[in-house]
């Protein structure tokens, strides 16, 4: 073999090493939810006369009055996993009103994933707040901006869990990322089964404008849409403090460990661009930063 060919042996060697390493080191974008009826992963918990269905059951409408709200829950409960599901929000004159889309546990020292949408005045921007409850303790809210109009179409918000990392995902774009940081004495959900929760409610004590903006029950009903009721997780009992299956999912593998380079400069958009409160930063609360904010790259 020549000195060339031996070059150009060794050069397609040493590339295809580091593709390899690259692809095991780096993270990878969700796989694609499956879109499925309500009636497959969901049941109604309350005011069951306030959720409409069409087309089947694969798309439902949530209505909040000035007698109710409404909401649903999942049949089963899950240890990890990838849930998302599309929604559109209350259009018009939503203040007061919240949109939630959330996981939790079912104990005292629960453990919560939250998407919370809040109102708005007519022709002010929806508000999307995420919390992580661990251990029964929040206090982590973020608050963005959105980048479109969530009331003129659907949107997807999916959650990806594992026993590394939760991140927040709208149209799979990362918004926020909450990393296992045990070794730092922050306490991370791995233990406790959720339930995924969906509701529609009236919070003008606090949702809109820290509750100076109340709802304007004038222009009741108040409805959001939803569809694709995707749910790819480990099923659990309440009882279970592993998942059985657990290393076997697409979402448990080495990949899904932390976001890669692109994600990560996605997410940096979204902080530079559209957030409007970080708990990280916030120093009349936190004088001391938590923990966890620099591992998660909030600051």
Same mark, same amino acid.
């Given at each position: 073999? &020549?000195?060339?060919?031996? %070059?150009?042996?060794?050069?397609?060697?040493?590339?295809?090493?580091?593709?390899?390493?690259?692809?095991?080191?780096?993270?990878?974008?969700?796989?694609?939810?499956?879109p499925v009826p309500f009636g497959k992963n969901y049941m109604p918990t309350w005011a069951? *006369?306030?959720?409409?269905?069409?087309?089947?059951?694969? *798309?439902?409408?949530?209505?909040?009055?000035?007698?109710?709200?409404? &909401?649903?829950?999942?049949?089963?409960?899950?240890?990890?996993?990838?849930?998302?599901?599309?929604?559109?929000?209350?259009?018009?004159?939503?203040?007061?009103?919240?949109?939630?889309?959330?996981?939790?546990?079912?104990?005292?020292?629960?453990?919560? +994933?939250?998407?919370?949408?809040?109102?708005? %005045?007519?022709?002010?921007?929806?508000?999307?707040?995420?919390?992580? /409850?661990?251990?029964?303790? &929040?206090?982590?809210?973020?608050?963005?901006?959105?980048? @479109?109009?969530?009331?003129?179409?659907?949107?997807?918000?999916?959650?990806?869990?594992?026993?590394?990392?939760?991140? /927040?995902?709208?149209?799979?774009?990362?918004?926020?990322?909450?990393?296992?940081?045990?070794?730092?004495?922050v306490r991370f959900p791995f233990n406790k089964p959720m339930k995924i929760y969906s509701s529609l409610w009236n919070?003008?004590?606090?949702?809109? =404008?820290? &509750?100076?903006?109340?709802?304007?029950?004038?222009?009741?009903?108040?409805?959001?849409?939803?569809?694709? /009721?995707? +749910? *790819?997780?480990?099923?659990?009992?309440?009882?279970?403090? @592993?998942?059985?299956?657990?290393?076997?999912?697409?979402?448990?593998?080495?990949?899904?460990?932390?976001?890669?380079?692109?994600?990560?400069? %996605?997410?940096?958009?979204? %902080?530079?661009?559209?957030?409007?409160?970080?708990?990280?930063?916030?120093?009349? =609360?936190?004088? +001391?930063?938590?923990?966890?904010?620099? +591992? #998660?790259? #909030?600051?």
């Amino acid at each position: 073999m &020549g000195p060339k060919r031996s %070059r150009a042996v060794w050069t397609y060697v040493y590339v295809t090493i580091v593709i390899y390493l690259m692809g095991s080191a780096i993270g990878a974008p969700p796989k694609k939810p499956v879109p499925v009826p309500f009636g497959k992963n969901y049941m109604p918990t309350w005011a069951f *006369d306030h959720i409409k269905y069409f087309n089947g059951g694969s *798309d439902i409408q949530l209505t909040l009055d000035k007698y109710t709200g409404t &909401g649903f829950q999942s049949k089963g409960s899950y240890l990890f996993g990838h849930f998302s599901m599309q929604i559109k929000m209350v259009p018009g004159d939503s203040a007061g009103t919240v949109t939630a889309f959330y996981l939790a546990s079912q104990n005292s020292e629960h453990d919560e +994933i939250d998407f919370e949408f809040l109102g708005n %005045r007519t022709g002010q921007p929806y508000i999307l707040q995420t919390n992580v /409850f661990t251990g029964g303790q &929040g206090n982590r809210e973020q608050r963005i901006y959105l980048w @479109f109009d969530p009331t003129k179409a659907f949107h997807s918000y999916s959650v990806l869990w594992n026993l590394h990392q939760i991140v /927040f995902f709208v149209d799979d774009i990362p918004i926020r990322v909450f990393k296992n940081s045990k070794h730092l004495g922050v306490r991370f959900p791995f233990n406790k089964p959720m339930k995924i929760y969906s509701s529609l409610w009236n919070a003008d004590d606090w949702a809109t =404008r820290g &509750g100076l903006e109340k709802t304007d029950w004038t222009k009741a009903p108040f409805v959001a849409g939803y569809k694709d /009721f995707h +749910i *790819d997780g480990c099923q659990a009992s309440v009882n279970a403090k @592993f998942c059985a299956t657990r290393g076997k999912h697409w979402w448990d593998q080495k990949q899904f460990r932390d976001l890669d380079a692109y994600q990560w400069r %996605r997410l940096r958009w979204v %902080r530079r661009k559209f957030t409007i409160y970080n708990y990280c930063t916030d120093r009349n =609360r936190f004088p +001391i930063m938590p923990r966890e904010c620099k +591992i #998660d790259r #909030d600051v």
